[in-house]
């Protein structure tokens, strides 16, 4: 009897229950292998692919535990709270009809699968007075293997309205905080609010059929969300009392978001605003409304209390994401991956899939609204495929945009480019391939930029576009665009212009090109086309490109024409044009001095 007295078998416990709009089971296997002297080995708890810690949890601790499933142990929890007691719930539902609160101390929760429901008539619409746990100021929180379900299905008033506000946990001025294991279900607004805290690590926590945001950290230091999951409530148009963000970031620094899973949220899937070293990495989001991951500054008057950065914020790392589809629940322009006014942010490993919807949808985004450009920007090793447009840059100074694989399977819903960058400057875009959809002039541009300056496109695919390559110049040294292949276009391959007189070019590069199957359009076309009306340009080199075939009869393969002599020397050594015949003749060079070839 002795030895068995110290052998504790296999328990299972289950929990099934059911509301109106989520079911959720609960497995939970429990096994302890004892010695006879040494005491219980550490084993773990898996709850629904959950691992929760049970150290500390004996057999007789359950059984006797002073919660009793069934009933309110609002008085009771509370009490032992205030007290700083090691407090265990064991599995079962129960009750709670107002908020647990602490202010300073500590608190320490574990449990094995315990639901806490609020009551019908638990409080509701103050801000910041209504949710399942309101802890303020403590030093240390652990929070393991609860449910908190709000009670709430369906509201008409949610999210920034607060009539019916309930949050889920709230945690003000805090530090080592630790919640793990713990799920929110049917709340009216935030699940997992936590503002003005550190050090806090939530882990294998869920928000489902939440009314507004997930997860916020909000001015929050070295915080952690990992593993976890939101699944919001969906398409709720433009309605901003109900749906909202998966996982928000708001002032801040140091935020991380890994491994998360993120779906049918009604606004944007995870977004910091004023928050600076942010990584996202590993998580999935699917089927969210506005925006998949984005990296914003602080936007004044938008979050009340909050002091805006109406500048930059800088340092974010979004790696090896999976983003799969918006559906634009909001319709002020929407991306897969946005940066909005930041600096030093690195975009590598991606997977992006979008739904081709009608309007702007940008694989990647990355822009400035205000007089400084955003600088030291990386977008590399990216998959992007059936968005509207693959990659969008306004605004940027100093990027590297390279190995980045982008292909329209399908037709845009709306006419877009497949790359641009637009009133740039020191842009490098290397070894990427650029293929649209080949059916006509919804496909744009394979490529554009736009006012822009100082730029290299090099060993680039650019493919099945209307038009392969725009490039709108204000005055600069030098770019270049070479070794590229571009094949299969409807109209033009190349265009070269600027829209403000007096454009000065000192150097511009088209050397090593290949283009084929260019010009299949109805009308004149140049393969090659360099319009001198408002641009001139030192030293034009288009040495070792060719124009292979298939272009039509009336056109020309390099057009650089005009009154005046505006190009001083155009090298056209080993410049080669083969296939069809072009008519009248296959370059057109009055604009031009010298010619070398």
């Known amino acids: 009897m002795f030895v068995l007295e110290k052998i504790i078998s296999v328990i299972m416990l289950n929990s099934i229950f059911e509301r109106k709009q989520q079911k959720m089971t609960f497995s939970v296997l429990l096994l302890t292998l004892c010695t006879s002297f040494l005491g219980c080995k550490k084993e773990e708890v ?58 300073n101390g500590t608190i320490n929760i574990k449990s094995d699968g315990a639901i806490l429901q609020m009551v019908p008539s638990f409080p509701s619409g103050k801000k910041n007075l209504s949710a399942g746990f309101i802890l303020t100021g403590l030093s240390n929180i652990s929070i393991d293997g609860l449910t908190i379900d709000g009670n709430r299905d369906n509201l008409l008033n949610a999210g920034k309205n607060w009539t019916n506000y309930i949050m889920g946990i709230q945690i003000l001025a805090s530090s080592n905080i630790s919640i793990k294991n713990c799920d929110i279900i049917n709340a009216p607004s935030i699940s997992f609010n936590i503002l003005n805290s550190s050090n806090i690590e939530l882990v294998n926590c869920s928000s489902v059929n939440g009314m507004f945001h997930g997860i916020v950290f909000q001015n929050c230091t070295n915080a952690i969300a990992s593993r976890s999951k939101v699944i919001g409530i969906g398409n709720q148009g433009n309605d901003v009392r109900k749906g909202g963000i998966g996982m928000l970031g708001i002032g801040g620094d140091h935020l991380s978001f890994t491994d998360n899973d993120i779906e049918n949220t009604s606004d944007t899937g995870t977004k910091t605003e004023g928050s600076n070293f942010v990584t996202w990495s590993g998580n999935t989001l699917k089927n969210c409304g ?91 090793g990216n998959t992007i495929k059936n ?32 790359f641009t960058a637009e009133y740039s400057d020191k842009i490098s875009v290397t070894n990427n391939l650029f293929r649209r959809s080949a059916t006509g002039a919804i496909d744009g541009f394979a490529a554009k930029m736009y006012e822009s300056a100082n730029f ?65 359009a109805t009308g004149y076309s140049a393969v090659i086309r360099v319009d001198p009306t408002n641009l001139s340009i030192d030293d034009l080199d288009l040495s070792n490109t060719k124009i292979i075939g298939n272009a039509r009869f009336g056109d020309v393969g390099l057009e650089v024409k005009s009154d005046l002599k505006k190009v001083n020397t155009l090298n056209l050594t080993g410049f080669s044009v083969t296939g069809n015949v072009f008519y009248p003749a296959s370059v057109d060079l009055t604009a031009c001095k010298t010619i070398l070839k």
Not at 46 to 71: E, F, H, R
Not at 305 to 312: K, P, Q, R, T, Y
Not at 391 to 415: G, H, W
């Open 456 to 520: 290299e496109l090099q060993n680039n695919k650019l493919e099945n576009a209307y038009n392969a390559l725009e490039l709108s110049f204000v005055s600069s040294d030098s770019s270049s665009v070479s070794n590229n292949q571009m094949d299969n276009f409807s109209s033009y391959a190349i265009s070269v212009y600027s829209t403000t007189t007096g454009t000065v070019l000192n150097s511009l590069k088209l050397m090593g090109n290949t283009l084929s199957r260019a010009g299949m």
């Open 387 to 418: 968005t509207n447009r693959f990659i969008y840059l306004s605004k940027v100074s100093n990027a590297t945009i390279t190995e980045n694989n982008c292909e329209n399977l399908v037709a845009p819903k709306t006419k877009y480019d497949g």
């Open 46 to 103: 898996i709850i629904d692919k959950k691992i929760l810690s049970t150290a500390a949890i004996s057999q007789s601790m359950l059984l006797n535990s002073p919660y009793k499933a069934g009933s309110d142990i609002t008085s009771l929890l509370q009490s032992d709270v205030n007290q700083e007691n090691e407090i265990l719930i064991p599995e079962g539902t129960y009750y709670i009809s107002k908020p647990i609160t602490k202010t």
């Open 290 to 380: 506005k925006d998949g991951i984005k990296f914003q500054n602080l936007i004044a008057g938008e979050n009340p209390g909050v002091e805006a950065n109406l500048d930059f914020v800088t340092d974010a790392k979004i790696m090896n994401n999976t983003i799969d589809q918006i559906y634009n629940g909001r319709n002020d322009g929407s991306s897969l991956i946005q940066v909005w006014n930041a600096h030093n942010v690195e975009v590598t490993g991606n997977l992006i899939t979008g739904g081709s919807k009608t309007g702007q949808e940008d694989g990647i985004c990355i822009w400035s609204d205000t007089d400084i450009n955003a600088k030291y920007i990386t977008v590399s």
